[in-house]
C-alpha cells in the first residue's frame, strides 16, 4: 500500500459508538488525553476515540498518522486480536504506539516523551515483531 492510502468504510454506526467512548474513557486515557488535547504536546493535533475503518483507535495523530492505544488488563486476553488489528493498520501506513494503562497512570512525563520523540524522528522507530512499538 502507498503511504497516502486510507482505511475507508467507517460505518454511522462506528461513528456513534466512537462519540459514546469519548463519554466513557477510561481513568488512564482520559489522564493521556487531558496532556494531548489543544495541540498540548509540540503543537501536534491528536483525535480521541477516532474511527479508522471498522476501528475505533483510543489516540489518532493524522499529520503522523499515529495510532495511540492504550491497553488495560483486558488486552492480556485479546493478544491476537491486537496484533491483528495492529497488522490491518499498518497495512494502510499507520504507525501503532501501545502504552500500558499503568505506564500512562504513573509515568505520563515519559509517556509523552516517547511520543514526542516518534514524532520528531524522521527515521523509522524501533518496531518490534509483532508491528507495535510497546512501552
Not at 48 to 63: E, L
Not at 79 to 88: G, I, N, P
Request: proline fraction near 4%.
Amino acid at each position: 500500500m502507498k503511504d497516502g492510502a486510507r482505511i475507508r468504510g467507517t460505518t454511522p454506526e462506528i461513528e456513534q459508538a466512537a462519540r459514546q467512548l469519548r463519554q466513557q474513557l477510561t481513568s488512564a486515557e482520559a489522564k493521556l488525553w487531558s496532556a494531548l488535547r489543544g495541540r498540548q504536546l509540540k503543537g501536534i493535533k491528536f483525535r480521541c476515540q477516532h474511527p479508522i475503518g471498522r476501528f475505533i483507535v483510543d489516540f489518532y495523530c493524522p499529520a503522523y498518522k499515529l495510532v495511540i492505544e492504550v491497553d488495560g488488563d483486558s488486552h492480556t486476553q485479546q493478544a491476537d486480536y491486537d496484533r491483528a488489528r495492529t497488522e490491518h493498520l499498518q497495512q494502510f501506513g499507520y504507525r501503532v504506539l501501545r502504552f500500558t494503562n499503568q505506564a500512562v497512570m504513573r509515568e505520563l512525563p515519559q509517556v509523552l516523551q516517547q511520543i514526542a520523540q516518534f514524532t520528531e524522528s524522521e527515521v523509522s522507530p524501533r518496531i518490534d515483531t509483532n508491528g507495535e512499538i510497546n512501552i
